[in-house]
């Protein structure tokens, strides 16, 4: 099964501080995404990427940033996290048919 | 407005019994539907994919696809306390487009 692995595993941040979150998948797949959960809203795409040194907006990407440095890492950057930023964050890869999800990042802005 | 509205919102069965979830979408561009089950502290994993009118059954799962009417559905019989999770789904224009998800639907099986 494909692996896809998230750091940290959870965070608590500063109001107008820089908060970066890693993922890191082994399967050599090209697309990775980054979503954010609220409870009500499901999952939500913020960023994604089909090949390395390159990034795509998602449906809500405003206050955040993507990298994508190599195929196996793809970080998720909030410049100035705000209170409203408070939430689950999960990285995914797709193999062409699937998407495969990471652990998750719970993310508290205080 | 959600391209994806997913109904219940929660949903109590009993050991054995069946399970029931319903969603609809409002984008007929979206050709590709999934349930993707989440367990409490884990990530979202894909259960079932459905891209054709019909049904689609997989062990005590059943998908169930009407594309006319953008309606996708899944049905669990012999519901296990184990099936005891978040119920999501989602769809896509292609195999490598985003996914859009529905708000999710909490499934608690009683013993």
């Known amino acids: 099964e494909a692996a896809v692995t998230q750091s940290p595993r959870s965070k608590v941040a500063v109001t107008g501080g820089k908060v970066t979150l890693s993922c890191h998948q082994t399967n050599n797949h090209d697309y990775m995404y980054w979503y954010r959960q609220d409870t009500g809203h499901g999952l939500r795409l913020i960023h994604y990427s089909y090949v390395a040194d390159s990034t795509e907006k998602g449906d809500i990407p405003d206050g955040y940033k993507a990298s994508r440095p190599s195929q196996e890492n793809f970080s998720l950057i909030l410049e100035l996290a705000s209170l409203s930023q408070t939430a689950v964050y999960f990285c995914a890869s797709n193999d062409g048919y699937e998407q495969y999800f990471g652990p998750g990042t719970r993310l508290t802005v205080l | 407005q959600q391209k994806v509205q997913q109904s219940p919102e929660s949903l109590s069965v009993p050991e054995g019994g069946m399970a029931s979830f319903n969603c609809t979408s409002s984008?007929?561009?979206?050709?590709y539907f999934w349930w993707y089950r989440q367990h409490s502290g884990e990530g979202p994993k894909a259960l079932m994919s459905i891209f054709s009118d019909g049904d689609k059954k997989e062990g005590r799962f059943t998908a169930h696809l009407n594309k006319a009417s953008l309606h996708v559905s899944l049905h669990i019989r012999d519901s296990q306390p184990s099936d005891s999770a978040l119920y999501f789904c989602a769809a896509s224009s292609s195999s490598f487009s985003k996914l859009v998800f529905g708000q999710g639907t909490s499934l608690s099986v009683v013993p």
């Open positions: 984008d007929r561009n979206f050709q």
